[in-house]
């Protein structure tokens, strides 16, 4: 069936063919039956789909509903339109109920890595060993059932994703920015609380990759929507904040300190350093010597004195497996790309950019670098489940035209100007925040094998922050960027969400 948008907002007459087509398409998963009675959807005809579905608790089903809702990118901006599939449950005092709003990346990500890896009512499985060729999910299983007893849960597909649109050509520039993007993302929310009566809710952003930086400029768009104070929590997978520190520009030193602990977490897993090792005791160990001793090594330069300079090359090759002759022929120094391809160059293998467990074989003619992630399997895994899952579990009209990811024209506007004295403070935006909104918490959750958002960057935004370590937590998980596709970091970050929602001391998390 062909997919057609419904109409806009403001429409005030509804035609009876048109709800019934709407509120008619009730459907459910496993042993869920029809809704009895159907809540009052949002104004204006744009839901899509409205289903019950019986995961991940049957005994709670959760009420499902995908639609569409115009939104601006800003003042004089041309129209677009937002996607979002919510999961709601009826409970006493539900205009209360948290609410979370998750999101993806890209830019250009749909939410459908989020929705069927992590915190959706279905979760796809995909296999559990990266040396496995076969990336296809293994069947399916049910979210986190806690995190429904205590949250409503919204997935945003931002213009352009999804089955969202947005203007084309010139007239898409406002979108094509940090604050613009944030401005749609908001507007969704704003029109979400509104039409399903929930002004007054407890609101947690939730964004992964290029989506944390979306996150925290959202707490500026809210706050002029009138909505700063319900945001108690913003989380972050593989946090982008810092991002001019992860680039690893050549004579940005600090740059290869804080990526030392993944590289030496990468090689104890390949089996390169010396045997036993674990990833908490590599990583605390590359860690500690990156501080005290490393990055002072690389501010020094060619000050060094040569025998240090041998001293400090032979205990990198000892945390990351690469040889101390590479480190003394190289300034003491290797990026992440280039480990990608030398940890493994003796094995002829290539390391995955996004999940460094990962493997492909190495083509004779890479040298220091090497085109695509032998990790993309992880994401396409995900995105084809996005697919069977509104296909079958929902029967969403023009499933196959849902686009995962979308590809836009343009370069992408981070907010400064074009100059060399140019910064992102996006860590500073949860500051000031968080310095006028006493509830504003702040979760950062990042994959030890992660070679594009590190640990070290987490640890190291936050030893650079003023933010008050009660009002923030910094975790590590087993994995890559997307390191809930490892079953016991998902279940253990799902966990930890729920428990941080639970643990807001500005008001009873109730369910």
Not at 134 to 160: C, H, M, N, Q, W
Not at 277 to 297: D, N
Request: hydrophobic content about 40%.
């Amino acid at each position: 069936m062909k997919f057609t948008p419904p109409q806009p907002f403001g429409r005030k007459k509804k035609s009876p063919l048109r709800l019934s087509v709407l509120t008619g398409i009730a459907l459910s998963a496993a042993s869920a039956g029809p809704l009895p009675t159907l809540a009052a959807a949002p104004p204006a005809e744009r839901v899509l789909i409205d289903a019950r579905v019986s995961q991940p608790d049957p005994a709670h089903p959760v009420r499902a509903e995908l639609g569409l809702v115009p939104v601006s990118a800003g003042a004089d901006s041309s129209p677009a339109t937002a996607g979002y599939l919510s999961y709601s449950r009826k409970v006493a005092r539900s205009a209360e109920r948290p609410v979370i709003f998750a999101f993806n990346g890209g830019p250009g990500a749909s939410a459908a890595y989020l929705h069927m890896g992590l915190l959706g009512p279905v979760l796809a499985h995909v296999p559990q060993d990266p040396a496995s060729r076969d990336a296809r999910p293994g069947g399916s299983g049910p979210g986190p059932a806690k995190l429904y007893d205590l949250a409503d849960v919204v997935f945003i597909d931002p213009p352009g994703t999804g089955f969202s649109s947005r203007p084309e050509g010139a007239a898409a520039a406002p979108y094509n920015t940090v604050e613009g993007d944030a401005n749609a993302a908001a507007d969704l929310v704003r029109q979400w609380l509104r039409g399903h009566d929930r002004l007054g809710a407890p609101v947690y952003i939730l964004g992964e990759s290029y989506g944390t930086i979306r996150a925290v400029a959202m707490l500026d768009a809210l706050d002029r929507q009138g909505l700063g104070k319900n945001v108690r929590g913003v989380v972050l997978l593989g946090q982008a904040l810092n991002m001019i520190e992860t680039s690893q520009r050549p004579d940005n030193v600090v740059t290869y300190a804080v990526s030392l602990p993944t590289l030496a977490a990468i090689a104890c897993y390949h089996g390169m350093v010396k045997a036993p090792c674990t990833p908490e005791s590599v990583t605390a160990q590359a860690a500690r010597f990156a501080r005290e001793e490393y990055l002072p090594a690389l501010y020094l330069g060619r000050d060094l004195p040569q025998a240090e300079r041998e001293r400090l090359a032979a205990r990198l090759a000892e945390l990351t497996g690469i040889p101390a002759g590479f480190y003394l022929a190289n300034d003491l120094r290797i990026s992440k790309e280039r480990f990608r391809v030398e940890l493994l160059r003796a094995q002829g293998k290539v390391m995955g950019r996004y999940d460094a467990r990962y493997l492909a074989d190495r083509p004779d003619n890479v040298t220091t670098m090497m085109p695509g992630d032998p990790s993309s399997s992880i994401s396409e895994a995900f995105g084809q489940a996005m697919k069977d899952y509104l296909a079958g579990t929902l029967k969403a009209p023009g499933a196959d035209a849902y686009k995962v990811i979308a590809r836009f024209e343009g370069s992408w506007s981070y907010g400064a100007e074009d100059s060399p004295f140019a910064d992102w403070p996006f860590m500073a935006t949860v500051e000031r925040h968080a310095a006028s909104n006493a509830c504003l918490r702040l979760f950062v959750g990042t994959g030890i094998y992660d070679t594009t958002t590190t640990i070290g960057a987490a640890d190291y935004l936050f030893a650079q922050s003023s933010l008050p370590r009660e009002r923030y937590r910094n975790a590590r998980y087993v994995g890559g960027h997307v390191f809930y596709s490892d079953d016991g970091s998902r279940a253990r970050f799902q966990s930890d969400l729920a428990e941080f929602i639970a643990a807001d001391g500005c008001g009873e998390a109730r369910k």
